[in-house]
């Protein structure tokens, strides 16, 4: 057990913690009595840790459970889950599962699942099922199934399925399907599949295929074979 009573900054530098960790100024295997913040530099949590209000740097294999507005900067290969409020830096091999706002920046290969309310900026190779409120903006290789309201903006590589109100902005290489009341807007291509009460703008060298309803407008070098059509389609 570690006791630290400290007005200023509690921190812990270690190459392994063994355990479970809970980073809370409360009775638990590590008690902070801390006015500011603490800060763990570790290269490995081996059990589950729960942080409240603290920051987190340099954490490979580790699990985090629970977690109340944290700051996790530099985590590799870790898993997450019911983190409520938070701010991520710094992210390779990383899996997120249910919460609600968390901002995330700079990542690599990161799993989000079950979140409410969560924006990732400069992400590569995303990947997500059933998010409530997602943002991605500047990002390569995303995929997400079942997430809505979902908005995307400047990438590269999208693949979304069963999606409600969806916006898709300033994209090369979109595979959309399934999506009802989606916005598309400066995209080239892509391919467009079953989509429903859509509106598609400035679209260019893309396919679409059986979409139901949808608006057409300013589209260059595309191909049609919207055979269940219905409503109004416009193309100028």
Not at 163 to 189: E, P
């Amino acid at each position: 057990f570690f006791f630290f009573n400290d007005t200023a900054t509690t921190e812990i530098y270690t190459e392994q913690i063994v355990g479970s960790v809970r980073c809370v100024q409360e009775t638990g295997f590590f008690f902070f009595n801390d006015t500011a913040t603490t800060e763990i530099y570790t290269e490995q949590i081996v059990g589950s840790v729960r942080c409240v209000q603290e920051t987190v740097i340099n954490v490979t294999n580790s699990n985090f459970a629970d977690n109340v507005n944290g700051n996790f900067v530099n985590i590799e290969n870790s898993q997450f889950w019911d983190t409520k409020g938070g701010n991520f830096q710094n992210l390779n091999n990383v899996s997120v599962t249910g919460g609600t706002n968390l901002h995330i920046k700079n990542a690599n290969i990161i799993y989000l699942n079950g979140i409410e309310n969560v924006t990732a900026e400069n992400v590569n190779h995303v990947f997500g099922f059933n998010n409530k409120g997602i943002t991605l903006n500047q990002f390569t290789d995303a995929k997400q199934t079942q997430s809505s309201p979902a908005t995307y903006i400047q990438g590269d590589g999208l693949k979304i399925e069963y999606g409600q109100y969806t916006i898709v902005r300033d994209l090369n290489n979109v595979t959309a399907s399934y999506v009802y009341g989606g916005k598309f807007r400066n995209i080239s291509n892509s391919h467009f599949i079953e989509n429903h009460n859509s509106v598609f703008e400035n679209i260019q060298n893309s396919s679409f295929k059986k979409n139901s309803n949808p608006t057409y407008i300013n589209h260059t070098n595309c191909t049609y074979n919207d055979n269940n059509l219905r409503g109004q389609q416009l193309i100028m």
